[in-house]
């Protein structure tokens, strides 16, 4: 996707945006966020009720059976929505809304057979990159303990796979080695910080795996993707209200989803930057966002669960590097990018995380230790 839309596409993204607009007319439809992987839009419309809503083109290539997504974010939105009327929260919070077409469907296939879908706006809401400050972070921990919290009584497997292999790192790091043996990659300092990086790490990829397979970790349902800016933020009270992106709501391990949120959430340089090399790990945004998370989460989470705390945050920075590396060794197939070193870059964003992680070790267990 271009953030530069030729009239002949915004003229099918009006006719598909109609598809669901059951009440008003489409006045717009904008490129919206920074999504790696599916095509989002913001439609805008002239009605006084609902005015946006959110478009979004799944990719076929990563979600090769995108009607499960559909599925299970009907089951989770329809689970939730009963939690929450039977036991009212005191304070803002919202599930977003599949949409359906008029004939009633929850996606539609273009002439081109691209699969579409359209899911509510959370009014009055936005989303932020980096941390602002530490009662955000606190915020942000509360929303993924609120959401593990709303979903702890529905059975793991009422909800399909989406995506097999996700945040199984061994498997990553399979497939990374596939692609190196039929690679030879140009022998910058980069690439080779990063094959080392790599190397060096390939018994600590299974730390999680083996929790799960030892019955150390329970399978249980988890986000997939709850990084900082899949949180929503209420305008004006500045509280999180939303979880969105439910793409990869299904099986897993609570962990991938406190890794996920710990390492997007404790980088102020947000994982965009071109400055590498000044990266770090923020110990004081880590102890907001696991003070929020437990202040919800504690309820629920075991003795062994706190073990594994400190590699789930290492591990998921590692692994989203090892992904981000892997596409670029393999040209770029999997992450959308805006040039041919990019995922490279991104891959180097991720590594001096985990680098930071590791050189903090002991204050990052600490954290976690004084917070049972
Ligand atoms: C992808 O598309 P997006 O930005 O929501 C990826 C996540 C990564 C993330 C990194 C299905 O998510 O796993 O953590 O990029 N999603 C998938 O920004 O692979
Ligand atoms: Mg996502």
Redesign the pocket.
């Known amino acids: 996707m271009t953030d530069y839309l030729k009239t002949q596409d915004i003229d099918n993204l009006i006719q598909i945006a109609n598809q669901f607009t059951l009440q008003g007319k489409v006045t717009s439809v904008k490129a919206f966020g920074s999504?790696?992987?599916?095509d989002t839009f913001l439609v805008t419309l002239d009605s006084s009720n609902e005015k946006y809503f959110v478009l979004q083109r799944i990719n076929t290539q990563?979600f090769r059976q995108p009607e499960l997504i559909m599925q299970n974010m009907c089951t989770f939105t329809g689970h939730v929505r009963n939690r929450l009327q039977l036991h009212p929260l005191n304070r803002r919070w919202e599930v977003p809304r599949v949409l359906f077409t008029k004939d009633d469907q929850d996606c539609c296939r273009d002439i081109n057979g691209s699969f579409w879908r359209a899911i509510s706006f959370i009014a009055g809401s936005q989303s932020f990159d980096t941390m602002q400050n530490i009662e955000q972070a606190k915020e942000i921990g509360y929303a993924l303990g609120m959401f593990h919290n709303l979903i702890s009584d529905l059975p793991p497997q009422r909800l399909a796979d989406t995506?097999e292999g996700?945040h199984i790192t061994p498997l990553y790091l399979q497939h990374y080695n596939e692609v190196l043996a039929k690679t030879s990659p140009c022998q910058s300092p980069e690439v080779n910080y990063c094959l080392k990086f790599v190397s060096d790490r390939q018994t600590f990829a299974h730390v999680l795996e083996n929790a799960k397979a030892t019955g150390k970790l329970p399978l249980r349902l988890m986000h997939g993707?709850p990084?900082i800016n899949n949180v929503m933020f209420d305008i004006s009270t500045q509280q999180a209200v939303s979880v969105i992106?439910l793409?990869?709501v299904k099986p897993g391990l609570v962990h991938y989803d406190i890794g996920?949120c710990l390492r997007s959430g404790c980088n102020p340089a947000g994982?965009e930057t071109e400055a590498w090399e000044k990266v770090f790990f923020d110990t004081d945004l880590c102890r907001g966002i696991l003070q929020g998370y437990l202040s919800v989460a504690q309820e629920f989470l075991t003795e062994n669960d706190y073990t594994y705390i400190y590699d789930a945050i290492r591990l998921i920075a590692f692994e989203?590097g090892l992904r981000f590396f892997a596409d670029y060794l393999a040209e770029n197939v999997y992450?959308k990018v805006k040039h041919r070193e990019h995922n490279l870059a991104r891959a180097l964003v991720q590594f001096k995380l985990t680098e930071s992680i590791e050189s903090q070790e002991a204050n990052i267990r600490k954290i976690i230790q004084d917070m049972k």
């Open positions: 999504g790696n992987i599916n990563v995506l996700f993707d990084k992106d793409d990869t996920d994982e989203l992450f």
